[in-house]
């Protein structure tokens, strides 16, 4: 099983569409979690963290449920800029520290 | 607003050859990461660094690979004889505290590796 596993899309919608992506994780170690923002060929850029009580930042919600190993985030109202491919990571404390582990992302695409 | 900054951010190099890329992290953080991405591919994680040490490696980051904090605020990754497999986007990212803390990493904008 994929340490951070997400649907690749690409999620074709229409400005102003609602639109939620799912994540899974297999190790219950995790610890924290992240929603990354990653346009084509730039550096992954940090959307908003999640925390167990779910949490929202304007038209995005992340929600993250320990028991299942699965995070969401949900897109309101979407805008032309919002296509980009959204990173599902998770930080997952070592015997020597932490490292972030990616999804593969999630593409979307806003359309007129 | 402070930013990780790299060098090159193109760089083209022959097989077999050393490849050093330079990564500036932002001034007051302490932990200094490297990851990859190939193309089409997810970001994978190398290593990370703390107090002047590795704190963690992945399987990716073998014994041709190694990092150095040369002068107090570059951050550096050695290739030492590059493959045609290690051509991909190759990003520094840099936090206050580890990200275990709910921490914010910040990448660079990458240095894109052609081995050739």
């Known amino acids: 099983r994929k340490e951070v596993e997400q649907d690749p899309g690409p999620f074709n919608v229409p400005e102003g569409a609602t639109v939620a992506f799912n994540c899974t994780y297999s190790?219950?170690?995790?610890?924290?979690f992240f929603w990354y923002r990653q346009d084509c060929r730039k550096e992954p850029k940090l959307l908003m963290s999640?925390?167990?009580s779910g949490n929202e930042d304007g038209r995005f919600t992340a929600q993250l449920n320990r028991a299942s190993q699965y995070i969401s985030l949900l897109i309101r109202d979407s805008k032309l800029s919002d296509s980009a491919t959204y990173l599902c990571?998770?930080?997952?404390?070592?015997?020597?520290?932490?490292?972030?582990?990616f999804g593969t992302g999630t593409q979307l695409k806003v359309e007129l | 607003e402070p930013e990780v900054t790299q060098t090159p951010s193109h760089q083209v190099t022959q097989m077999g050859q050393e490849v050093i890329l330079r990564c500036v992290p932002i001034?007051?953080?302490?932990?200094f990461y490297w990851y990859r991405q190939i193309l089409g591919q997810k970001v994978e994680f190398l290593v990370s660094?703390?107090?002047?040490?590795?704190?963690?490696k992945s399987e990716i980051f073998d014994d041709q690979f190694s990092v150095e904090r040369p002068d107090g605020s570059n951050f550096t990754l050695k290739i030492r004889s590059t493959k045609l497999e290690d051509s991909a986007m190759y990003f520094c990212?840099?936090?206050?505290?580890?990200?275990?803390?709910?921490?914010?990493?910040?990448f660079g904008q990458g240095t894109r590796l052609t081995v050739v």
């Open positions: 999640v925390y167990s």
């Open positions: 660094f703390y107090n002047n040490e590795i704190s963690e």
């Open positions: 990212a840099s936090s206050e505290v580890p990200t275990g803390q709910n921490t914010e990493a910040f």
């Open positions: 001034s007051n953080h302490l932990y």
């Open positions: 990571v998770v930080n997952i404390l070592t015997g020597g520290g932490n490292k972030l582990t």
């Open positions: 190790n219950s170690a995790s610890q924290s």
